[in-house]
């Protein structure tokens, strides 16, 4: 099969593996058996194009660049992968000449769910664009075995329930037990000195875990390169010891201790409102790290005569946040005791390969490991850790007197705990962040002195999206009607959307635009149906938030303006507005109170909203359960407004708004993260800016002189919301949201909810009368679409690979 497959050489294919691979007859043939057979023909066409890649590689002794990462959320594969051999078209015209929905086959699969939200999908993207870029990049990460949890909601309330993505065979995973490695934790170091002086580490009574590698390709767009998305998975190490234990009275014991390891890849640790320093994860981040390390380094070998002081020539490793920052003191280790390097040297090499992205500010985030843990758990990292520490002390005593005193809020370990963003910049030679504002924030303010100190490591990378999956894959007709106009060389440089703005006065155009728009409304409309019983109206205006649960992120604001437009509509039930549909899509972690709070709120509004007779179609609110990237798949296409509301300061960058954008919905946000980015090419008659900036938050924060109370004392708006929230919905005892309530009055709002309110409300006004001139709005869609080309991951993808990675495309 390849891209010139005919539809019926794809239907015979299908007809006679359905035979040979399923032992059944089409007629007989389920959805499932279907999807089984189609991943195996593609899976045929990609093997050849992995190991040509990989031979390639080798040949060329290409630099490669590993993408460390706990988390890589790559959801449903099938389709992409489809569109990505250049076989979608052909597919789904061959399995419609079958009689099978090509949307059912493709839901077949399991939305591998493996990272939170906008972290773990970055990862994804950017493995994505790195092979349809033709560059040497590989993921690293882990198997767990249980994805991030399934969400239901039952009365209102989320409920979580096991992600067992593994259930049935993940057809796109090859386990490669040749490549398994053995890791070490606990025991004790114990030290000698060799004749010629310098010492040397052994280590006794380790706790031993072996690393198998399950294999994921990684399909560039029509390039017919093929990467590795490398996940391991924790076994316990040689089934021989099974047999000794079952003959004494260790079994017991043996099977104990083979759960516990296999515990280490057993689930993905949901991000939660603060960092716990559990050791569990601790114990998977070292699994992954010392895995990752070893496998590289073992491959350097086996591709390169020289030895591994030029390791740095050949390898770069991106560490995604702090969370395999043990890279640093892992790879120290490997050199100096396994490969006898000197610690200089060994320092030499390590940061010249480490490259760190940092991916939030907020402080409750940041990891802190205690140090008795890391000593018990990894001792000999300890050590290392220690000496880092203390050589960069000495040095800000020695070399910078000025920032003498601020030694404890720099070092690596301080008051017994371990930090591990201290870690990461010290120990590495780039450390950058998402979006233009939060780099400047870095910068100025949260990394200002290490900034002082290595003015150089620090960079911006203003994150991006891969077009492929949120355009070309999401919303054909869009991308159809797009390639009608400017022709088909935007697929591969998305920067040629731009030609678009030539048609942003065209009619004929816009109407084409509307119609699509309108298509995919219709879709999610029955989607929506078919899911909640819920009719919405299809010509309404569909205002979209979607994203994880957080207080900072604001969905109580956005709550906040449905309640108030309810009010408005009881007062006045008369009131000629554009019908709207509020669409919610959230996790809250399992533990984040509050969170789950807001969660009960929206959907308490939706079930008072959407069955008031009064109401009729101008409003309904929607929350759609268990939020993924399938999900996201099916919401974005039909986005009339992007809500990206968030505190501002708060929001790294975001990568929603970039998916909305790119699908023509129009971005109502504050300026923070990549909306501003965002605002800075539409201009700001394209886009509904609003609320508090990043300085004037952060001022409020350091001198106080915000006051909520004063704002529920003279808005009555706002009053009224609070105290519906806190005395019960008009009379119902029954309805009460005090923690709420008590948060923003008794805790004096931290997120500005209240002092973002009004400007909220005023610009959704604007929202509204804009959406009244069809033709100024679809002009303004297409403006947005026109310039997302730039928040393409092949561009964020193009600059690590010039500026950090030096990495030549081959
Ligand atoms: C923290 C924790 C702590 C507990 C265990 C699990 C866990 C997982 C993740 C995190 C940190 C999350 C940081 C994060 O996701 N940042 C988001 O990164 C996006 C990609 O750069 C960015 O667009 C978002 O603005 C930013 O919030």
């Given amino acids: 099969m390849s891209r010139h497959t005919t539809i019926n050489e794809l239907v015979e294919c299908i007809t006679e593996k359905m035979k040979t691979e399923r032992g059944k007859d089409l007629k007989d043939a389920t959805d499932k058996d279907v999807y089984y057979v189609i991943t195996s023909i593609v899976n045929d066409e990609l093997n050849s194009h992995w190991l040509k890649t990989e031979k390639k590689y080798r040949k060329k002794k290409a630099r490669q660049v590993y993408y460390l990462s706990m988390e890589f959320l790559v959801g449903r594969l099938l389709e992409s992968n489809l569109l990505n051999c250049g076989l979608l078209d052909t597919a789904n015209k061959a399995l419609q000449k079958l009689g099978f929905d090509p949307e ?3 839901f077949q699969e399991h939305d591998a769910g493996l990272g939170n939200g906008g972290l773990g999908r970055l990862a994804a993207c950017f493995l994505d664009s790195l092979a349809s870029l033709n560059y040497p990049g590989h993921g690293y990460g882990i198997r767990y075995r249980y994805g991030l949890f399934e969400q239901r909601i039952i009365h209102g309330n989320q409920i979580e329930l096991p992600d067992y993505w593994l259930k049935e065979e993940y057809p796109w995973e090859r386990r490669r037990v040749d490549e398994a490695v053995k890791i070490h934790f606990c025991g004790q170091v114990h030290m000698f000195k060799k004749n010629d002086g310098s010492l040397e580490f052994r280590y006794e009574n380790t706790d031993q875990v072996m690393a198998v590698p399950y294999d994921i390709p990684i399909v560039g767009y029509e390039n017919e390169v093929v990467n590795n998305l490398r996940l391991w998975s924790a076994e316990s190490p040689s089934s021989e010891d099974e047999d000794v234990a079952s003959q004494n009275s260790q079994y017991y014991h043996h099977l104990d201790h083979k759960h516990s390891i296999e515990q280490i890849s057993g689930f993905l640790y949901p991000d939660d409102s603060s960092f716990e320093g559990k050791e569990l994860r601790l114990k998977q981040q070292y699994f992954l790290v010392s895995a990752s390390i070893q496998n590289i380094i073992k491959s350097y070998k086996k591709n390169s005569k020289k030895s591994l002081n030029y390791l740095p020539e050949k390898v770069v490793i991106q560490i995604n946040d702090t969370h395999p920052s043990l890279a640093i003191p892992e790879l120290m280790r490997i050199l100096m005791d396994e490969e ?9 090499i390590t940061t010249n390969i480490i490259a760190y992205t940092n991916h939030t500010t907020l402080s409750e985030a940041l990891e802190t490991w205690p140090k008795e843990m890391i000593q018990n758990l990894l001792p000999r990292l300890y050590m290392i850790i220690d000496e880092i520490n203390e050589r960069f002390c000495k040095k800000i005593w020695m070399d910078h007197h000025h920032l003498r005193d601020k ?7 301080a008051y017994d705990q371990v930090h591990m963003s201290r870690l990461a910049i010290v120990g590495s030679f780039s450390v950058n962040g998402v979006a233009r504002i939060h780099t400047d924030i870095l910068i100025k303010k949260e990394m200002k002195d290490f900034y002082s100190l290595f003015p150089s490591k620090f960079n911006n990378k203003t994150n991006g999206i891969t077009h492929r999956r949120w355009l070309l894959q999401v919303n054909p007709n869009l991308a159809s009607l797009i390639t009608d106009v400017i022709g088909p060389q935007w697929i591969k440089r998305p920067n040629q959307l731009i030609s678009l703005l030539r048609y942003t006065k065209d009619r004929p155009f816009l109407d084409k635009i509307d119609q699509v728009k309108h298509e995919n409304k219709k879709a999610l409309a029955k989607f929506i149906f078919d899911r909640t019983g819920i009719l919405v109206d299809d010509q309404s205006i569909f205002d979209v938030q979607i994203k ?16 108030y437009l309810y009010n408005e509509l009881k007062d006045n039930p008369n009131q000629d507005i554009t019908p709207r549909t509020f669409l919610f899509g959230a996790k809250a972690a399992p533990s984040y109170h509050l969170a789950k709070e807001v969660i009960k709120l929206i959907n308490k509004v939706a079930s008072i909203v959407n069955h008031d007779p009064e109401i ?6 929607v929350f759609l359960e268990n939020y993924n990237v399938s999900l996201a798949e099916k919401i974005i296409p039909a986005a009339d407004i992007s809500e990206q509301i968030s505190t501002a300061s708060k929001e790294a960058s975001g990568t929603g708004n970039m998916k909305m954008m790119m699908n023509g919905a129009i971005t109502l946000g504050t300026l923070d993260g990549a909306n501003i980015e965002i605002r800075d090419f539409v201009g700001d008659r394209n886009i509904f800016i609003f609320g508090l900036t990043a300085d004037e938050v952060l001022h409020y924060y350091h001198h106080g002189g915000y006051v909520a109370r004063d704002i529920y004392n003279t808005d009555d708006r706002v009053r009224r919301i609070l105290d519906q929230l806190n005395e019960g919905w008009f009379g119902s005892q029954e309805i009460e949201f005090k923690d709420i309530y008590y948060n923003i009055l008794y805790h004096n709002d931290p997120y500005f909810v209240l002092k973002d309110f009004d400007p909220y409300i005023e610009s959704h006004e604007l929202v509204e009368q804009s959406y009244r001139d069809k033709f ?10 026109a310039h997302s080309g730039k928040f393409s991951s092949d561009r964020t993808i193009q600059e690590y690979a010039s500026s950090i990675w030096k990495l030549n495309k081959i």
Avoid: G
Wanted: net charge positive; hydrophobic share 45%; charged share 25%.
């Fill in 104 to 106: 059912k086959v493709y």
């Fill in 407 to 413: 030694i404890p809020e720099l070092a690596i370990i």
């Fill in 616 to 621: 009729k179609d101008k409003l309904k609110v």
């Fill in 548 to 563: 994880r649960l957080h207080e900072y992120k604001r969905q109580l604001l956005n709550i906040f303006h449905v309640i």
């Fill in 776 to 785: 100024t709005w679809l002009s303004m869609s297409v403006t947005n679409i």
């Fill in 340 to 348: 006898h390097f000197s610690w200089n040297d060994a320092w030499k």
